[in-house]
Each structure stands twice: as C-alpha cells, then as structure tokens.
C-alpha cells in the first residue's frame, strides 16, 4: 500500500496534536536519558498547550504536523533569531522512523525562514539524536549546561550552514 505522506503548518487552535504526539514520542525518547519521573514532570509543562501557544504567539514559533496516511506521526517546530533559524523540535514516532520524515519536517522550516545557519540544542546523552543531526549535516558548535524547571542537563549545539 503506498503511502500519503503529508506536512502542514498547524495554527494554535491545533496545538493539542503536538501535545498528544509528545505525550506518546517522548517517554520512549527520553526514558533511558533522563528517566521516566524527570520526562512526566517535562511534559506537564513544556507541552501544556498555554506554554506552546506562547510560544507561537509570543516568540514567533512556527509548527508543523506530519501525517502519513491519515495519522499524525510527527511534528517540528522553529523560530529565527538573528541570521539563525532555530530548529526547537523535531520529533517522529519511533514506527515511522527512517522515511525521511524528520528531513521532511526540517525542509518545511527551511522553506518557511530565511536563514544562514541552521542550529538545535540536543541533550549530551542523546546519541540517537546526535548521530541524526551529524548524518544530516550539523557539527557539534558547543557543549551547554541547561536548566529545565529544576532539573539540569547539558546539551550541545549542534549547527549547520545553509
């Protein structure tokens, strides 16, 4: 059976479908990274639909769902600071991974900002991720301690020229 593979920018009354996504995608991304209690308690707030709503709104966010036949599988969001657009999520369910979906979603961002590098921040200790984003052009730019409520992590920025 062929597939349908659709990307589409979503408006802010369609910010639940992110959050629904999340909820499924991130407890098996992070998991094993920064344990089940810290990915709950991440959830609850960076993916309350009012914090990415404010996101949109208030920051110039822009989001994006990916649909393959008639289910939404992933989505991405991303936003221009300076000559940077800022690639702030990506993410796919695990089942549809390796359809060139997550390049999909970054080629909707790239058409949609005008930009001269692309960068992301990616937690230390996600080499899934980390091995993704090399495959796909991005050099490791910096190592970064981050704060998210009160839990610590360290990140690396990772960009890439257009």
Not at 35 to 42: E, F, I, K, L, T
Not at 141 to 156: R, S
Request: net charge negative; charged share 30%; glycine share 6%.
């Amino acid at each position: 059976m062929a597939r349908t593979v659709r990307i589409r920018r979503i408006d802010v009354d369609e910010l639940e479908i992110v959050r629904e996504l999340a909820l499924i995608i991130w407890p098996k991304c992070y998991r094993n990274i920064i344990g089940p209690d810290r990915v709950d308690a991440m959830l609850a707030v960076l993916y309350a639909t009012d914090n990415l709503e404010r996101e949109m709104v208030e920051h110039g966010h822009v989001f994006w769902i990916v649909r393959v036949n008639e289910m939404d599988v992933g989505y991405a969001s991303a936003y221009v600071d300076g000559d940077r657009l800022w690639l702030k999520k990506l993410y796919v369910r695990d089942e549809f991974r390796g359809l060139g979906l997550g390049k999909a979603l970054i080629e909707a961002a790239l058409d949609h900002f005008t930009a001269r590098e692309l960068a992301l921040y990616v937690n230390k200790d996600n080499t899934p991720a980390i091995n993704y984003y090399l495959r796909s052009g991005f050099q490791v730019e910096a190592e970064v301690p981050v704060q998210m409520g009160p839990y610590e992590f360290t990140d690396y920025v990772m960009q890439r020229t257009l």
